[in-house]
DNA sequence: CGACTTGTTGACCAATTGGTCAACGGCAGT
DNA sequence: ACTGCCGTTGACCAATTGGTCAACAAGTCG
């Protein structure tokens, strides 16, 4: 009773184990430049972790240092390898396929530091981002695009092929978006995902291969 | 000849008149914050705008009332009230009405400044972000949302609207993220945007109904 | 209990930040 | 050309930033 502090969690305040307090500094580090910016200051992210700033940087030489291991942590390792095997198995139907990726997909990704790095990361121009969203294109939106074509009984001319390249985005931006509202501009969206998925992705495989075939219609305008 | 730098344009270095002066500094805090944040430093500013930073105090008192100025000149009046009676116009088919006013909204958003700001002032969190989208909200989705329930033939339950409320926000963020994917990841994107919007509408107005007809299909997997 | 290792800290530094102010100097009006 | 208004500036200030370092103390080994 002498020490009633020692209730609130973590109220420890020395000596870690090196590994432990390193583990402790990146995934506090994760959440703070998460919630602020990479412009947050040392000093604040050390108050928060309750240590002193100067511990960070026997940890991390600089603050850049740190911001890598963060990105690193984030993104990194963030693709579950079986999504390839998924959004390859042509035994079952696309919708399905498109379903349970976009499902699981979402899943792991709609969590604030996720999106709201991404975010910071792209506005600040670092490459990651680039890198990250070329994976994307290659694993997914070309792969869906090929099969749109198909499905939609086009050939693949050059022009064509890029509206169901637009397309596929589409699909993969709309889902994004839905993280987006939620944790960048702080709006309620839809409590639902796998609802608001099966949704989208309907939507997208009874109407992308219309409006592929539709083409010259409605879109040339006067 | 004595004076050849004169030539690049505005090397006048004082004694504006005041309104004038003070619009190149509303002017060109937009391009310097669009670009580098809200974090950007007063003195980078003046520099780029060839000015003393001491000058930037002299026109507003302090760097939130010129960050606030720049929130107003970029967002405010930027709804066209065209685009009101535009999608009220219930003669016009959906299609057509859908179709004018994204490629009109995407033409007046589609630009550096608007989109960066909109969202870097979307991590900062302020409330002028979910004004504007409120404002969206009120003005295109709600009312597409029930056009699109109509179009379905579905009457208005509770579910079935928030389904359509979904549906008409991704019809939205599909379009919003193809500039998000350049003005924010910086990556090539479609370059003919007006294709790019009628294939989303005919998309979404193929694909919409025919989803929400099907609620509680391949939805609801096991 | 004392000594040694090493995780941790408070004090300190130089650079940068938002913001102030007295002084400078264009540019009328006469 | 002189004068005076006022747009403009350089020098300055306090607070904050990333980063350093000698000193402190928690735990362990004898």
Partial sequence: ???AKAETAKPKRKRLD?????????????????????????????ARLGISHALLFRYFPTKEALVDRVYDRIFLSRWDPAWDALLDEHGLPLA?????FYRDYLNAI????????????????????????????RKVITPVAVELLRLAGRR???????????LSWGLH????????????????????????????VTKFLEGAPAALREKGGRMRAP
């Fill in 18 to 46: 090196p590994g432990q307090r390193e583990e402790e500094i990146v995934e506090g580090a994760s959440l703070y430049f998460s919630e602020v910016g990479f412009g947050g200051s040392m000093r604040d992210l050390a």
């Fill in 173 to 200: 931006g709309e889902i994004f978006y839905l993280a987006i509202r939620r944790w960048v501009y702080g709006i309620k969206v839809c409590p639902d995902l796998d609802e608001f998925v099966g949704l989208t």
């Fill in 110 to 137: 709609d969590r604030p530091e996720w999106v709201r790095t991404f975010v910071y990361a792209g506005l600040a121009g670092v490459n990651i981002n680039q890198r990250y969203l070329n994976l994307i294109k």
């Fill in 156 to 166: 693949d001319e050059k022009a064509v092929c890029d509206e169901a390249m637009e």
């Fill in 96 to 100: 399905e396929r498109l379903v349970r």
């Fill in 1 to 3: 009773m002498s020490e």
